[in-house]
Every structure is written in C-alpha cells, then in structure tokens.
C-alpha cells in the first residue's frame, strides 16, 4: 500500500514551512536517511530524511509552496511491487485528521512529562507490532521513545499506515509516569512563536484610516510573523523592568588592542562584543540565581552559562545560542559567534543552535546607537542591550576632569525570575568584568 510522506515539524515551533526545494523525482529509489527535500521553515532552511525506503510514486506539493501545513501529505511511497497507478488508492491527508505536529516539548528536569490529548491513547494489544517485526516510527518518535524509556514493539502508532508519532509516546509516557494528559510542560505556550499575533484592529479599518494616500501592502513572512508574536506576547506577559549602568571600555580596548596583535597570525580578531558576552558569562556563574529563566508555575535555574545573542538577518533577526560560555576563551568564542552568524544570516542554522540559553545580548553600537531597552525574548530571564563606546569627560577615581570612553548597558529583567538587587549585582558584575578584563582570562 502506497505510504503518504508527511510535511515534518522540523522544530518545536513549527506549524508550517516552504518545500524549498526536492533533492528527489518521481521514480526515484530511496532508502531510510536519504536526503528527500530541502525545508524553510521560519528561521532556517534544513534538509529533510526519508525514513522508509521505497520509490517515490509521486511529488504532491511543487518547489516553492509556501504554508505547507505540518503532517500534510507532500509525497507518496510505493513499495516494491506496487505501480504508481495506485497513488490515487493512497489514503488522503484530508479525509482524517492529521497527528499532532511531530514538535518535542520535554523539561530537562522531566523527560517524561510530555504534552498529549486523549485521543493519542496507544491502541489495543492485538494491533502491536509482532515480535521481530519492523516498526514503523518517525525519527522523532524514536527519539522520544529513547528518552522516556518506552518500547515501540508494544505500541501501536496512530500515524499513515500504523506510523507511530509522536502522541504515541506523550500518550505511553504519561501512562507510565502517571502524569495527567493535560500536564505538559508549564510554559510551553511562551516558547511557540507560530502563534498569530494580536491585532488591535483589523486590515480593513485601519486601511479606512489612509484611504487615498499611497502606500504598497507588504504580506508577512513567516518570520515576521513569528517575530510580530513573540514579542507581543513578551510585552503582555514578561513584567519587565530596566537596570542602566555606564562602563569605561578603555581598559578592555587597550588589552583587546594587544590580543589582536598576539592572535594576528591566527587571524583571530576580537571584538568588543565578543568581550561583553565573555562579560556576561562570568557574571551569571558568578551570581548563579540570576541564571535561570520563567517556566510557567516554575523556575528553572541553569548551571552552565548559554548566551544568545541577536544577529540582524534578511527579514528580521535570530538568536544564535553559544552554549557553555563561561567556559570558553574569547578565541574560542569570537570564532564560533562569527561562524553562526554567518550561517544565520544563510538560514543554515540547526534549531538546537537558536533554540535556549537564558540570557541574551543585544548590540547595536556598531549603529552608532548610545542606549535602547531590549525586549526579553521567552523565556529568557533577561537581555543586556549594549550601546556605543562614546568618548566623553568623566571625573577620575582622583577626583580629576578627564576623558575615557563609556558605553551604555541597559539590561531588562523578567521581574518574575529576577528581583532588582538581584539584576543590579548582576549588572554590576559584568561591569567590573569589563573593565578589568584580564581578570576574565584568570
């Protein structure tokens, strides 16, 4: 029987995507891992595996389709024997509803508590695989399935052709665990930027407002759209609050001049900014409470120091993570925050590479900005928005008149995570680590 191959849920907040590209034709053979079609999905463009081996009986979305909905059919499968005249037999992604979108939504601190609906309840014993049998499961369930200690063969998936997803396992997970259906991980609306964004008013009254003047109307890509949501949701959910501290950056420009010149041959080139996230890693081990983001009736409290930091791309922006911070030298750090930008900005992230930490930096000195208020991007306990480096006179530590050059850091605080001595030590931290920073290296 011709199996239906699905639109994947490349990412936890995936709900549709653009089939980009189809690295497959009709009557091609493919076997498990082969590359089948290249994805875009809101912030990157990722390539998508076959997980059944078959030929490809027929393409059913063309190249370029926008909006294709997660676990719409894109494809279908022949097995060996079957002729492509049964693809018409294949059963069709709209005449049942589709399983849920093959997104993982797991607590470090739980694995096992995973979102589900009751209708995800495995099937009854005679409908298991037999045993020896192959079972049919997609890379995610599997995944899952690992996690959670639960046993494929004595399940049966609710999937195209008895495929079992990723309800499946929510479902045996939480049989297991006792957990409710209903007791997913708390938060987990703040981490989906699919939503649509609120709207005060619709197009069309707003377009009354400005009838007769000219102006062209611009539809929202999927990232704009995500971007539109997220931070609406932040602005109406995370109480912010703001904490500013000026920090004299002539020390760490001198010492960053003297690195450079030692790294030259390396062609390793330092940055400020590379500083500040060195800067800012320190600081969150140094005040470890601070580390920790808003996870709905919890918080969690992180020991290793992940900094995302935001990279203006074509269309909007994306956070790249640089996971273990605190533990890396500013060599090391330069060199990675250079090569995921870059291929940020070619949408060739992985969503394991823009996707956590909990804290963010965001810089838009090179603009020639002097100060800003970011917005917290969820569920992250706070971002640092850095300013330009001006030079401008200042008293000295002797009491004197003289001229250094000071940057503004403004950093946002999720007042549910963080309280506001608590965000001024922190602040104050990675100031001092700025402006000693050859304590940085010790």
């Known amino acids: 029987m011709p199996i239906e191959i699905l639109m994947p849920a490349l990412s936890p907040t995936m709900e549709e995507g653009t089939l980009a590209k189809w690295l497959v034709k009709e009557g091609d053979t493919v076997a498990s891992g082969d590359l089948l079609a290249e994805i875009e999905t809101d912030k990157a463009t990722m390539e998508f595996e076959a997980v059944d081996e078959g030929i490809i009986g027929k393409l059913l979305v063309a190249e370029g389709t926008e909006n294709v909905a997660v676990n719409s059919a894109i494809a279908v499968l022949l097995e060996d024997g079957e002729a492509s005249s049964e693809v018409a037999a294949a059963p069709s992604a709209s005449a049942s509803p589709a399983p849920a979108p093959e997104s993982a939504i ?93 709207q005060s008013a619709n197009f069309e ?41 000026d920090v004299m950056l002539d020390n760490v420009l001198g010492f960053r001049g003297e690195m450079n010149a030692a790294l030259a041959e390396r062609d390793v080139k330092l940055s400020v900014n590379d500083f500040v996230i060195k800067a800012c890693a320190l600081a969150l081990t140094t005040v470890p409470t601070a580390n920790a983001i ?121 007042h549910r995570v963080i309280d506001g001595a608590l965000g001024a030590e922190l602040l104050n931290v990675i100031v001092k680590n700025l402006e000693n920073p050859m304590a940085m290296l010790a």
């Open 294 to 414: 808003w996870a709905g009736d919890r918080i969690l409290q992180f020991t290793p120091a992940d900094i995302a930091v935001a990279v203006a791309i074509d269309g909007g922006l994306i956070t790249p993570v640089l996971k273990d911070a605190d533990q890396k030298s500013l060599s090391v750090l330069s060199t990675e925050m250079k090569d995921l930008a870059t291929r940020a900005k070619g949408r060739k992230l992985a969503p394991d590479e823009y996707q956590g930490g909990s804290f963010a930096i965001s810089n838009l000195g090179m603009f020639g900005i002097d100060n800003f208020d970011a917005v917290i991007n969820p569920p992250h306990g706070a971002i640092l928005a850095v300013g330009a480096g001006k030079k401008k006179p200042v008293v000295t530590a002797s009491g004197e008149l003289g001229i250094a050059t000071v940057m503004s850091l403004t950093l946002s605080v999720d």
């Open 106 to 198: 797991s607590s470090p601190a739980k694995p096992a508590t995973l979102a589900s609906s009751p209708a995800s309840a495995p099937r009854a014993a005679p409908e298991k695989a037999a045993e020896g049998a192959r079972v049919f499961a997609t890379p995610l369930a599997r995944k899952l399935a690992a996690q959670n200690d639960v046993d494929l063969s004595k399940l049966s998936g609710s999937g195209p052709r008895g495929r079992i997803v990723k309800a499946d396992i929510e479902a045996a997970a939480n049989a297991v665990s006792g957990e409710s259906p209903a007791a997913s991980l708390a938060g987990a609306a703040s981490t989906s930027g699919a939503a649509a964004a609120p």
């Open 205 to 245: 009254t707003i377009a009354k407002l400005y009838a007769g003047r000219a102006y062209e109307e611009i539809s929202l890509d999927r990232m704009r759209k995500t971007i539109a949501a997220r931070l609406t949701e932040a602005k109406q959910t995370v109480p912010h609050f703001y904490l500013r501290r």
